[in-house]
Nanobody, 121 residues
Framework: QVQLVESGGGSVQAGGSLRLSCRFSSATYCDNDMSWYRQAPGKERDFVSGIDNDGAATYAASVRGRFTASQNKDKTIFDLQMHNLKPEDTAMYYC???????????????WGQGTQVTVSS
């Protein structure tokens, strides 16, 4: 019922930029909080950035100052602008949506299929 479709991944050299985009849709009511995670081969999936219901963005320390998260007014498009990319940013990037009902109860957590980011030195 919830669909998340990521796009924008690719291969860049260190110092380059990429913009990831996540399109959100739901067949049922979902007040969504959006976030980006990433997972490098052999490592756990880690938080990168998120925007809460008040519109405040948070970032992992490793990306703060280089990445900027944004979303449109109806929270159907969630972007991650990435600058000054480093080889250690190489990972599969996943969009995540936490869906809340009208009483602010968490109904479910949903993940996109991921988009690959590769940064060469």
């Amino acid at each position: 019922q919830v669909q998340l479709v990521e796009s924008g991944g690719g291969s860049v050299q260190a110092g380059g930029s990429l913009r990831l985009s996540c399109r959100f849709s739901s067949a049922t009511y979902c007040d969504n909080d959006m976030s980006w995670y990433r997972q490098a081969p052999g490592k756990e999936r880690d938080f990168v950035s998120g925007i809460d219901n008040d519109g405040a963005a948070t970032y992992a320390a490793s990306v703060r100052g280089r990445f900027t998260a944004s979303q449109n007014k109806d929270k159907t498009i969630f972007d991650l602008q990435m600058h000054n990319l480093k080889p250690e940013d190489t990972a599969m990037y996943y969009c995540k949506a936490d869906c809340y009902d009208t009483s602010w109860n968490l109904r479910g957590t949903f993940w996109g299929q991921g988009t690959q980011v590769t940064v060469s030195s």
